[in-house]
């Protein structure tokens, strides 16, 4: 099968019933999409993938590993969405010719006295907005809090995770990253495989630092 949205799951049942399960990632299958996408042709280029001698597959997920990434992506959703409320509080205060250092902490210090302050140049429907979105900010503020938590609860219980952090560089976002994506590795053939893979895993994990 495809490993798209559902597949671990269906895998893990199909394997129950003594099926020999094979999940090929999305972009190895599509290479084989001969025309416009449909099921009978999604199946047939599948059919086609899985007789590759070096195609690659993808092990499928257990229960923790799935709500080990599930954590993940709710974390980078949250993390992307304060930096787009932050660069909204900037732009509507820029618009009243208050500015602040790049720096998000320095916004975040100085919003109270900006909303406080009867001096600046805001309207009250403006200040208004603002204080509304500093709320929202203060509440994105403590549930990413709460992830990071949990991930360094987990990367400092689980077993392969410590093991991981152990590797210079390697913390806990990472480890459990790691974990939660391919678990004990099998699925790489090659450390230059790994490596590679590594790179991307990387480029896309946003930081703890605020």
Do not use: Y
């Not at 490993?3 to 671990?8: D, M, P």
């Not at 409320?85 to 320095?106: D, W």
């Amino acid at each position: 099968m495809e490993a798209c949205s559902g597949s671990h799951f269906l895998g893990r049942a199909l394997r129950e019933q003594g099926h020999d399960v094979k999940l090929i990632p999305a972009q190895f299958v599509k290479p084989f999409v001969k025309s416009n996408k449909n099921d009978f042709i999604d199946a047939e280029a599948i059919a086609e993938a899985v007789d590759r001698e070096n195609m690659r597959f993808v092990p499928i997920k257990t229960d923790d590993q799935l709500d080990l990434q599930a954590l993940h992506r709710v974390r980078d959703r949250l993390m992307a969405r304060r930096t787009a409320l932050i660069n909204q509080i900037r732009a509507f205060l820029l618009e009243r010719g208050i500015v602040f250092a790049k720096s998000p902490i320095r916004l975040r210090e100085a919003l109270p006295e900006v909303l406080e302050n009867a001096n600046q140049n805001l309207t009250p429907r403006m200040r208004n907005l603002v204080a509304m979105l500093w709320s929202e900010w203060k509440d994105l503020e403590l549930q990413i809090v709460q992830m990071n938590d949990e991930v360094e609860r987990i990367a400092s219980s689980d077993e392969a995770c410590r093991r991981l952090r152990q590797i210079p560089g390697i913390g806990p976002l990472v480890a459990t990253a790691i974990v939660a994506s391919i678990g004990n590795g099998a699925a790489f053939r090659k450390g230059r495989e790994f490596a590679a893979w590594m790179g991307l895993l990387r480029s896309s994990i946003r930081p703890v630092a605020r």
